[in-house]
């Protein structure tokens, strides 16, 4: 489907201005790319109850102005408004369906087997899409043909809207990815559909972390990723997009997945440097959680298990510290 205009779609809410509200990407688009047809792109936006946000979602998929757009929407049965946006612009939606799931990874999967394109992605229904963005992605997976994933940069935004700053990003890494060195935005991430059909989808018992444990799991299958240092998304950053429990939760998953590619004999050789630092450092994060969630005996339980695996730490001032001021009960940066 190509993408509609600006005209096409329906008019705005009152008082909404700008990308992507009365803004629209560049439609000037040939009508190939370097001679060949414009890949599909393949776009996943799994939607729970997010109607505050959803609607600037899709116009932002809807108005990237390219030629060969496949949109998809899953819906986990939504009891807000999310339905009644959804209706709004079903005309030019792929696919969509509303109905109960188990969760964001579900969603996610659910989508992509119905997808038709050469490249995929998601967007979470509070995120957005920087304009011209699929035109870029395109390009670029054009001119790398050896490039499996690409990801850019990513703007973080208030609950308005409003910009607060660029998120960090590095050149791809293994060492940082392993150590959950956040560098990656999904947001700003696309993949080739053949890292799909080779690895599967998304782990559907990971409900926090799944984004970066199938990070891990295409390098450590010897897909290429590369960087693309310009911004493609904007991140949501609101009071209610994470809770202390989700925090906590957050640090359980990461350990399970450490401890489940640290059993797989097949990746040992290439990640066994970075073992000790990425359990200690896991450890070290789930505890500042736990203290923070006024759970300090189980917080002082991994800040221990860190000095298992890095000794050292014990004689590092700001380690020590850091365990004083959880002990006192007061906050850990």
Known sequence: MKCPTLKELPLPPKGKIGWPWTEESKLNVPASIKGDVWPTISIVTPSYNQGEFLEETIRSVLLQGYPNLDYIIIDGNSTDRSIKIIKKYQKWFSYWVSESDHGQSEAINKGWKRSKGEILAWLNSDDIYAANTLIKIAEFFQSNKNIDMVYGNCNLIDECGD???????????LKLLVNNKWFIPQQATFIRSNVVKKIGGLDETLHLVMDWEYWLRIALNNFKIQHFSE????????????????SIRSGQEKIRVLKRIYRNKEFEQSIMPYKDGAFSYVHIWSGKKLCKGKQR?????????SIRYCPYLITRKYF??????????KSIK
Not at 165 to 170: S, W
Not at 241 to 246: H, L, V
Not at 320 to 329: L, N, R, S, T, Y
Request: with cysteine; aromatic share 18%; hydrophobic share 45%.
């Open 163 to 173: 910009f607060i700053k660029t998120a960090p990003t590095n050149e791809f890494s």
């Open 297 to 305: 005996w189980k917080a002082f339980w991994h800040f221990l298990a």
């Open 320 to 329: 020590v510290q850091m365990v004083v001021d959880c002990a006192k009960g």
């Open 231 to 246: 911004v493609l998304s904007s991140y949501r950053l609101y009071q209610n997009a994470k809770t202390s429990s989700q």
